[in-house]
């Protein structure tokens, strides 16, 4: 069983950056496709960003693209999400999630297999 914990959301203004962590624990990392997904109040889930098992592969959302990045250390078990030129739109709960079926990543949130609880980002206009 993997846990996977999240941590760095906060409120920021509109432009700034933020930085989210996710520390996973109890499994194979190095064998994980990772992802992060978030959901605003009222809306379904979206894919943000996806990240092979080597971090040699990167997805990202339209919405997202040119401003956040996605990165992992496996030797630190851990992926991350930087997010620069915040708009308000992104304000959402951010979980990271793993795959233990598509080590490869993906956009789908069927694709994964464990999820973290989420951190909430705000950001303000």
């Known amino acids: 069983q993997v846990q996977l914990v999240e941590s760095g959301g906060g409120l920021v203004q509109a432009g700034g950056s933020l930085r989210l962590s996710c520390a996973a624990s109890?499994?194979?990392?190095?064998?994980?496709?990772m992802g992060w997904f978030r959901q605003a109040p009222g809306k379904e889930r979206e894919f943000v960003a996806a990240?092979?098992?080597?971090?040699?592969?990167?997805y990202y959302s339209n919405s997202v693209k040119g401003r956040f990045t996605i990165s992992r250390d496996n030797a630190k078990n851990t992926v991350w999400l930087q997010m620069n030129s915040l708009k308000p739109e992104d304000t959402a709960v951010y979980s990271c999630?793993?795959?233990?079926?598509?080590?490869?990543?993906?956009?789908?949130?069927?694709?994964?297999?464990?999820w973290g609880q989420g951190t909430q980002v705000t950001v303000s206009s």
């Open positions: 990240i092979n098992w080597s971090g040699s592969s990167l």
């Open positions: 109890g499994g194979t990392f190095g064998r994980y496709g």
């Open positions: 999630a793993a795959s233990s079926r598509y080590s490869s990543g993906s956009s789908a949130v069927s694709s994964y297999d464990y």
